[in-house]
């Protein structure tokens, strides 16, 4: 009865518990070995195809936003390493809109662990590993190609732009996840921002306007994922409204963003409270 | 007393865009419910009544407008986590398993979920498998299953941890007459056992028969009316219909005690008699019938749940 389900135990039960549906997710995605092998190709090819995109802008530019193509493979590669692991892990919180009208959410209501917490462990996009082995080789060719004063200062910056610009990627997601709450049809307005936030993080912001410098910069803090630590590692000018020193305050935008995602995930679940039915 | 159930003017409002104009709906209205521990009760009304957003509100799902619940003496929003671990809740319509794994997979994920130390899980889980009669299908993935066989799975989910009070919403829809006939066994079986408290929502006559013994009709959001089956088919007048096949072409059976002659059917060889429960019984109407015919077959029609609801529903309009 109830006193064998409650108790104690608090936080090493729900480790188990996310531990055991993460693992059966795994299990799953690899026992469909056709299946997995086709949507692991299809993933390493959009990857590919993105990085082919920026080799061949190069063909006909030596340099874009001060950035030549060593530079640019790190920007990329920094970029898209953290945004896929992002992806892998918390890519399915914006399939929100399916979970509410299939009824998935109401049954994560019914069970003894936080709501977030149970949808971000709910599942696990393993293809996605494709697309981040792209991402690490871009970087790791970025790194050796360019000219990286290596320094334990070099090594620590690239380790806090790594983490900062995953925790940054993840936090959109969640944002997203929780404004879509409000709009339930409103999937195409927040992949303008997780989607379009990706593509805008593996830029040069230097090349960008104002007003996307104010959003992408700083409101979705885009720049903070690649291009500034990489402009502080390599050395560069910054530009307008963003100056060099920046890249060290990765870890700033990525609280931020949490932060914003947070509230937004509030708001959007006491919506579904308010509103949903 | 300790209710396992109680709200005090539960209400709980919709707003909805209807056109350019935003109006606002009542799905509950100042509902007041009481149940016991121990109790079975049918939550009965029309579609669209409030029973669902009544479950919303009981399990922490949806956050009341004004008034309040408390379940398992707990308050069920702020509480939600403490409350997942003492209620078990089957939507009829959503499901709970994990569609592209096996059924047993399913079972060991809400074990860690819940947190249920592995022999106590294991022994309840074996003991909900002999029970619902699981073990044949226990390796199939649930996408591959029968609607009765999910069904019995869910139940089994929502079970697992022992929960002291279940809320069924519409177990039995889409079943067939077996599958319906095994899964109300065993939640008799439940209650007697482990004084299980049982809260249903139904369309089925049957489940409120066999199942509940104590019916709530709600209607419009309100409670049109609180007690137990009979009192209810009583309070709205419902008869009991007897049907005899007769050996031989009969006259009408006009003159039979307590009864009313519905209709015949090919020269009287088949009557339909509808009589109340509380005049008579079928035993004597049966024994008078005998006295003008021989009776070679016979069959007793309950009163309807949809269309005692509709009587119930009817009269609260024309009281208001």
């Not at chain 1, 992002?86 to 936080?114: E, I, K, N, W």
């Not at chain 1, 917490?117 to 393993?126: A, E, N």
């Not at chain 2, 671990?85 to 096996?102: C, K, M, N, Y």
Request: with cysteine; net charge neutral.
């Amino acid at each position: 009865m109830a006193e064998a389900t409650t108790g104690s135990r608090g936080w090493r039960t729900d480790l188990a518990a996310y531990r055991a549906v993460l693992g059966s997710r795994i299990e799953a995605q690899r026992s469909y070995r056709v299946s997995f092998a086709v949507d692991l190709a299809s993933s390493l090819l959009v990857g590919v195809v993105e990085l082919a995109e920026v080799l061949v802008l190069y063909r006909t530019v030596d340099r874009i936003g001060g950035l030549d193509l060593a530079q640019i493979l790190l920007v990329f590669g920094l970029a898209d390493f953290c945004f896929s692991l992002a992806d892998l892990s918390f890519g399915h919180c914006d399939r929100m809109p399916t979970y509410v009208r299939a009824g998935t959410l109401d049954v994560l209501y019914l069970r003894p662990q936080p709501l977030l917490l149970q949808l971000v462990t709910s599942d696990i996009s393993l293809r996605r590993l494709a697309r981040a082995a792209v991402g690490l080789i871009a970087l790791v060719a970025g790194l050796a190609l360019s000219d990286v004063p290596w320094s334990i200062g070099a090594v620590l910056l690239i380790g806090i732009a790594l983490v900062s610009g995953y925790v940054t990627f993840a936090a959109s997601f969640v944002s997203a996840a929780g404004l879509q709450f409000f709009v339930i049809n409103g999937a195409e307005m927040t992949n303008a921002y997780v989607y379009g936030g990706r593509y805008a993080a593996s830029q040069p912001a230097s090349v960008w306007g104002r007003p996307l410098k104010v959003i992408f910069g700083f409101f979705f803090p885009m720049a903070f994922t690649a291009y500034l630590p990489v402009v502080t590692l390599l050395d560069l000018p910054g530009s307008d409204f963003l100056p060099q020193w920046l890249g060290w305050c990765a870890p700033v935008a990525a609280l931020w963003s949490v932060l914003f995602a947070a509230l937004c995930w509030r708001a959007g679940v006491r919506h579904y409270q308010g509103g949903g039915g | 007393m300790n209710w396992i159930i109680e709200t005090r003017g539960l209400t709980r409002e919709f707003r909805v865009r209807d056109g350019f104009q935003r109006r606002r709906i009542q799905a509950v209205t100042d509902l007041d419910l009481r149940v016991r521990p121990g109790e079975a009760v049918g939550y009965i009304g029309a579609n669209g009544a409030g029973k669902s957003t009544t479950i919303k509100m009981l399990t922490g799902i949806l956050v009341p407008t004004s008034g309040s619940a408390r379940t398992c003496g707990r308050e069920p929003v702020r509480e939600r986590r403490q409350l997942a671990r003492e209620i078990g809740v089957v939507f009829g319509q959503r499901s709970q398993l994990w569609w592209d794994l096996p059924v047993r997979d399913s079972f060991r994920l809400l074990a860690a979920i819940h947190g249920l130390a592995a022999d106590r899980a294991k022994s309840r889980r074996d003991q909900l498998i002999e029970r619902l009669e699981i073990g044949e299908f226990l390796t199939t993935p649930v996408r591959q299953l029968s609607l009765g066989q999910r069904m019995r799975a869910e139940v089994a989910a929502a079970m697992l941890h022992s929960p002291r009070l279940v809320i069924l919403d519409e177990p039995t829809i889409g079943l067939d007459v077996l599958s319906k006939q095994r899964l109300r066994e065993f939640l008799i079986a439940e209650r007697r056992e482990q004084g299980t408290t049982l809260m249903l929502t139904t369309h089925d006559t049957g489940d409120v028969e066999r199942l509940c013994d104590r019916i709530l009709v709600v209607d419009r959001g309100r409670l049109a009316y609180d007690g137990t089956l009979a009192g209810l088919s009583r309070t709205v007048g419902a008869q009991r219909v007897l049907v005899v096949d007769l050996d031989r072409p009969t006259p009408d059976l006009v003159g039979i005690p307590d009864t009313r002659h519905l209709g015949s059917e090919g020269d009287g060889l088949r009557q339909e008699l509808a009589f109340d429960s509380e005049a008579t019984t079928a035993a004597q109407v049966l024994a008078a019938v005998t006295a003008h015919a021989e009776v070679i077959d016979l069959a007793v029609r309950e009163p309807d749940i949809e269309d005692v609801v509709r009587r119930i529903y009817a009269a609260s309009r024309t009281d208001s």
